[in-house]
């Protein structure tokens, strides 16, 4: 079956979709880090970024793995996923000359839970650029870095595009960086709620979704942009279109050492362009179909404080969890 257009906002799968080489400019290493699995996808010519439709920059995927169930998965998936942060942040040698003032942004909407996940995050950021201006003494003794944060919300909430109040309050503000956090959309289901990426190229809001926006990215900010997202949604049209595809090549394993004339008529129907169908029947009428958890209140808060503790770690020295709950008062 020709394969229709896949929707996900992932750097790994679309280079499992079209298999970019090194020639075209793109790299990709793995490793793993007490137990949890990470994936660096780099994007370093014109080829490559054209091909994935993924600006140049870095890609960093970190498999969560069973953090929601598992206490020692998570302690270890939160230092992972902190440590790529700053990296990305930092850079490689961090000092005090190196850490910047930092604008957190939680991207999505409050009253849908599947796109919720940047304001939830954004609500439990240890914000410090208010004390570092009003109370510089009580600054200095917490040993802090400056940090504020905000959540837009979204157009049909506000009337306002997400980047534009974002660009108005850096210009503003003046942060030196800004990190933005949105639900994102994957192409399998077992990467729900259990994957998060971190890119250095900014962010599309909406993009997974077919609602894309307003850019927001070094280019359109002025300064570092880094992007942290969740895939909390599957687009059902590649969901569909992905599990015939997967059942049909079983069955033809299955079939290859048995009746050729079976095998010619499903490879026949292999060819056919099913992608209309599928999105006729799926997404009638323009409307949009997608595909969460059932439990995704609960995986929402999951994901949400796994993230900000690993932000809140990043931005401030590696403090430990118990420190930033008593600091946020939780």
Known sequence: MKRTAMRTDLAVEIQELHKVE?????????????????SRVKITGEQAALKLSKPIGEYVTVDLGESFSDEETHQNAVEVTSSEISRLLYGEKKTEETVPDVLVVGLGNRQMTSDAVGPVTVDRILVTRHIKNNMPQLYE??????????SPGVLGQTGIEAFEMVKSVCDAVKPSAVIVIDALASRKMNRLCRTVQISNTG????????????????????????????PMVVDAVTLTTDTIEMALEKIKKELSAGNPEIVSA????????????????????DMNLVVTPKDIDRLTE??????????????HGGLEEEEIAALLGL
Do not use: H, W
Request: aromatic share 6%; charged share 20%; with cysteine.
């Open 302 to 315: 999951k994901c949400a404080g796994l993230l900000a503790i690993a932000l809140n770690k990043a931005l």
């Open 141 to 150: 003794q917490l040993g802090l870095n400056p940090v504020s944060a905000m």
């Open 203 to 230: 962010i599309s809001p909406g993009s997974g979704v077919g609602n894309r926006r307003s850019e927001i990215s070094r280019e359109t900010l002025g300064v570092p942009v880094i992007s942290i997202g969740i």
């Open 22 to 38: 090194e020639k075209d400019g793109f790299s990709e290493e793995e490793y793993s880090a007490k137990g949890i699995s990470v």
């Open 266 to 285: 499903f490879s026949a129907f292999e060819e056919y362009d099913g992608g209309d169908i599928i999105r006729n029947t799926l997404s009638p009428f």
